[in-house]
């Protein structure tokens, strides 16, 4: 029942406050829970410690959860793949911001401090939008 509460809690958390990695996990504890549950729901034997309604129920909730979890990993993909270009784009962004400054400051030592300042308030400006978004 835990590793169902896992998975659930993991999909009703935004992509941006879970990893793919944990998500799979949830998931795959998850399915390990469907099948014990099943497993205890069709048990033979004539007596046993537990209600068997109850973990078929376990059993159906599971199942119910796990038609989502594709959709959850799609999504999760998605958002990461989507992350992943916008931190290259501001490397790239930042690469070519430096290699434009030692050209300048190759062409034009006199000019070293201004780009200096200008170089450091662009990095501070995109940090600063980065931990916004």
Do not use: W
């Not at 509460?5 to 879970?18: I, M, N, Q, V």
């Not at 959860?65 to 959850?72: N, P």
């Not at 995109?126 to 916004?132: F, G, P, T, Y």
């Amino acid at each position: 029942m835990i590793q169902q509460k896992s998975a659930e809690l993991l999909f009703s958390l935004p992509p941006a406050k879970r990893t793919l990695a944990d998500l799979e996990r949830g998931i795959a504890r998850a399915v390990h829970a469907q099948k014990m549950f099943g497993s205890l729901a069709g048990d033979p034997a004539n007596a046993v410690p537990y209600d068997r309604d109850l973990a078929e129920e376990r059993k159906k909730y599971a199942d119910s959860m796990l038609r989502r979890a594709e959709e959850h990993l799609s999504a999760q993909r998605q958002y990461e793949a989507e992350q992943a270009a916008r931190l290259e784009g501001a490397r790239q962004k930042r690469a070519a911001e430096r290699e434009r400054i030692e050209a300048l400051e190759v062409r034009h030592p006199f000019f070293l401090p201004f780009i200096l300042c200008r170089f450091i308030l662009i990095r501070t400006v995109d940090s600063a939008n980065a931990r916004l978004n």
